[in-house]
């Protein structure tokens, strides 16, 4: 019985976990929580949907090196924005930004909104 | 304000039906490609052979496509690109995120339709070209960037995506 317990937890004891995740390492606070912000915020371009915080694709892998190094190289969080769409275009920005057709994509859902409560009380009031 | 009300209740239901249509009816081929055009970035890379590469060898109509020995896909498309390098297209390979001995062992035993192969071990030029994965097929112009595919090339993507560009390509220059 005894034996059997120390046969598996030595199982336990000798297997290591594989720290397989690149350690970012950063000189402030505030250089971390934009890296932070900013991988959530950029699409990576090989999932459905996904941002690169939650992909460990290659690409994403490349995304996020590419980030840290432009943070720590102190590009501007809309520098590195440009930087990742001008390579994979406008679909990479999770946060679209507010010009030509895209203000139908913010704007569409609450035009169409109000349309559909206007309709609805209009109709009530006949 | 009836009649307007009556004119929403018909307007809108079609508005939404047109918008779907659009969005569905799009030819997937078309859908997924990028047509946004930009110039091919610059880059200091050899070839699989370790001889640098001259920029002017990408003037003309040239075809990128990426590739890679550990990857599946590229060898479906393998057959149509060895046929596509048969006419007057010239291929010109981006070995992406391989090692050079496997690649060169790939193309012996697989064929090469390529020009000359970019070596890109790093994915350097890819990022900038912003390549995905592989494979990825780049129609170039003078060193613009016309179109780009993700996923394998095949004849429909070739005669729905490429060939109208090319031919446009030809006779505007």
């Given at each position: 019985?005894?034996k059997k317990?120390?046969i598996?937890?030595?199982?336990f004891?000798?297997?290591?976990p594989a720290?397989?995740?690149?350690?970012?390492?950063?000189?402030d606070?505030?250089?971390?929580?934009?890296?932070?912000?900013?991988?959530?915020?950029?699409?990576?371009?090989?999932?459905?949907?996904?941002?690169?915080?939650?992909?460990?694709?290659?690409?994403?892998?490349?995304?996020?090196?590419?980030?840290?190094?432009?943070?720590?190289?102190?590009?501007?969080?809309?520098?590195?924005?440009?930087?990742?769409?001008?390579?994979?275009g406008?679909?990479?920005?999770y946060?679209?930004?507010?010009?030509?057709?895209?203000?139908?994509?913010?704007f569409?859902?609450?035009?169409?909104?109000?349309?559909?409560?206007?309709?609805?009380f209009?109709?009530?009031?006949? | 304000?009836?009649?307007?009300?009556?004119?929403?209740?018909?307007?809108?239901?079609i508005?939404?039906?047109?918008?779907?249509?659009?969005?569905?009816?799009?030819?997937?081929?078309?859908?997924?490609?990028?047509?946004?055009?930009?110039?091919?970035?610059?880059?200091?890379?050899?070839d699989?052979?370790?001889?640098?590469?001259?920029?002017?060898?990408?003037?003309?109509?040239?075809?990128?496509?990426?590739?890679?020995?550990?990857?599946i896909?590229?060898?479906?498309?393998?057959?149509?690109?060895?046929?596509?390098s048969?006419?007057?297209?010239?291929?010109?390979g981006?070995?992406?995120?391989?090692?050079?001995?496997?690649?060169i062992?790939?193309?012996?035993?697989?064929?090469?339709?390529?020009?000359?192969?970019i070596?890109?071990?790093?994915?350097?030029?890819?990022?900038?070209?912003?390549?995905?994965?592989?494979?990825?097929?780049?129609?170039?112009?003078?060193?613009?960037?016309?179109?780009?595919?993700?996923?394998?090339?095949?004849?429909?993507?070739w005669?729905?995506?490429?060939?109208p560009?090319?031919?446009?390509?030809?006779?505007?220059?």
């Open positions: 019985m005894i317990l120390i598996i937890f030595s199982f004891i000798l297997s290591i720290f397989d995740e690149i350690v970012y390492e950063f000189e606070s505030l250089q971390e929580k934009r890296f932070y912000s900013l991988i959530s915020e950029i699409r990576c371009p090989k999932c459905t949907s996904g941002s690169i915080a939650s992909s460990d694709a290659p690409v994403s892998r490349d995304l996020k090196n590419k980030v840290y190094e432009l943070v720590l190289a102190g590009s501007s969080d809309e520098e590195i924005k440009t930087y990742v769409s001008e390579r994979f406008n679909f990479s920005d946060r679209p930004a507010l010009e030509g057709t895209n203000y139908f994509l913010w569409g859902p609450f035009i169409f909104f109000s349309l559909m409560l206007a309709m609805f209009l109709k009530r009031r006949i | 304000m009836n009649q307007f009300l009556r004119f929403l209740i018909i307007f809108l239901p508005l939404i039906f047109v918008f779907f249509a659009k969005v569905l009816l799009v030819d997937e081929d078309i859908k997924f490609s990028n047509f946004e055009s930009k110039s091919f970035p610059e880059f200091q890379l050899n699989l052979n370790g001889n640098p590469i001259q920029a002017k060898s990408l003037n003309g109509i040239k075809l990128i496509n990426v590739w890679a020995s550990w990857c896909t590229c060898l479906v498309e393998h057959p149509f690109l060895t046929k596509l048969d006419t007057n297209i010239q291929i010109i981006l070995n992406y995120k391989d090692s050079d001995t496997k690649a062992a790939w193309l012996q035993k697989h064929g090469n339709p390529y020009l000359f192969s070596y890109d071990p790093r994915g350097d030029l890819a990022f900038d070209l912003g390549v995905t994965g592989a494979p990825e097929s780049y129609l170039i112009f003078d060193n613009k960037v016309l179109a780009h595919i993700q996923g394998e090339m095949n004849q429909t993507k005669d729905n995506i490429f060939l560009l090319i031919k446009k390509a030809r006779q505007g220059s």
